[in-house]
């Protein structure tokens, strides 16, 4: 209990330390709800701060953020937490633009700011559609939002069309997180080992009552180490949250086995570079896997991760849906026993697979290479329009 009090207490002197700034040091918040949302902002601080020479204001919900230790005087740092502080600081927040990748805005405990006009801006932490995976009013309070593609966009107008929602501002931006691993990642090409003779299989289920993890994992691991792959187990961060204690049991069960490792350090992608196939099931991450490192996806045609039941009255098929078969190979659960049949006909298949990878990622992403550049002048000019009015 004494640990709750002292860890409040820090909380509300954090969010006091926030409030006791000068209007003109709020102008760009960024809000963070985890220590993963770095990777998603990062770039895009880079470019403000370093580059236009803005400085912001970076507030979040994790004790472990990285950020939190930055020496750079440009950006200052607040760690809230999960409870009352942050709904305060939501409530009474006081800046020009607030800036974030946790959608459900106003319609759950998040709320807009009852005493100043802020502008929200939400940045996608994954390349999925819109209307499946996000809850049906995710993204309905934001005034704008940077898109992935314009696959987003026409979710979106469909969405507003449909429902008679008020147009937001949607911004053609891109996905920083996704040049950030083809520019790091591409240097390291030559790290992979030219003798590489073991496949390695990258596993990265997505999180929910229905997914890879909550169903066949144990069985699908063993099957891989059986057939002599090398194979990281890399759980969705949400199921990090929730289900530890299963994790640790499949630790428990594998470790002793020198080819399979359990990845925790989400924000390290080296696992990435060297896997030769990812299998999964409706996780954002499989995009990421095919565009940045253009490699072969292997989907277990797990049920439908749906968190919007009314997803069918928006006309787009959702990308995840419709891009399986394009970027790798759908299998049942029920044919996972030969599911070593499929990996090697994946790794026969890559080259002509990287070529349609590169071609739907070129079709499909906005601007890539420099999402951060187009991010940045949006925010840039967004606040030069805010002092206007």
């Keep these: 209990m004494k640990f709750l009090d002292i860890s409040l207490g820090s909380e509300l002197n954090e969010l006091k330390r926030f409030e006791s700034l000068k209007q003109e040091e709020r102008k760009i918040v960024f809000y963070s709800e985890n220590k993963n949302s770095v990777f998603i902002f990062e770039s895009l601080i880079n470019e ?11 507030v979040t919900s994790s004790r472990d953020e990285p950020l939190l230790k930055t020496s750079n005087k440009k950006i200052k740092t607040f760690n809230i937490g ?16 607030l800036i974030m990748t946790m959608p459900d805005l106003e319609t759950f405990h998040i709320k807009r700011s009852k005493i100043y006009p802020v502008h929200y801006i939400y940045i996608f932490h994954a390349m999925v559609s819109t209307h499946l995976v996000y809850r049906k009013n995710a993204f309905d309070h934001f005034d704008s939002i940077l898109c992935v593609g314009a696959y987003q966009i ?26 950030d691993l083809i520019k790091k990642y591409t240097k390291r090409i030559d790290d992979i080992p030219k003798d590489k003779n073991q496949t390695q299989i990258l596993l990265a289920p997505s999180w929910g009552k229905n997914g890879l993890f909550e169903t066949i994992i144990e069985d699908l691991i063993k099957i891989l180490l059986d057939s002599k792959y090398k194979v990281i187990f890399r759980p969705h961060p949400m199921t990090i949250k929730s289900s530890k204690k ?26 990435f570079l060297f896997s030769d196939v990812m299998i999964s099931d409706w996780s954002g991450v499989a995009l990421e896997f095919a565009f940045a490192f253009e490699k072969p996806v292997l989907y277990i045609d797990v049920p439908k991760k749906i968190r919007n039941p009314d997803f069918k009255d928006i006309s787009q098929i959702p990308i995840e849906v419709s891009i399986r078969e394009k970027i790798g190979k759908i299998i049942s659960p029920l044919e996972i026993k030969h599911i070593s049949t499929e990996i090697e006909m994946l790794k026969q298949k890559s080259s002509e697979i990287k070529k349609d990878i590169k071609n739907i990622r070129e079709k499909e992403i906005f601007n890539i290479g420099n999402s951060e550049k187009k991010s940045a002048e949006y925010i840039i000019e967004l606040l030069n329009q805010l002092k206007k009015n």
Excluded at 82 to 97: C, P, S, W
Excluded at 253 to 271: A, G, M, Q, R, V
């Design 48 to 58: 403000l701060v370093n580059v236009h020479n803005y400085d912001i204001c970076y």
């Design 82 to 97: 999960e409870g009352v502080a942050r709904t305060k600081f939501f409530l009474n927040l006081q800046a020009d633009i």
């Design 154 to 179: 026409d979710e979106i107008r469909s969405t507003e069309k449909f429902y008679n929602l008020k147009p937001k501002k949607l911004i053609p931006c891109g996905y920083s997180h996704l040049d």
């Design 246 to 271: 299963k994790i640790l049991s499949i630790e428990k069960i594998f470790s002793s086995n020198p080819n399979f490792k359990l990845e925790l350090d989400l924000p390290n992608f080296d696992s």
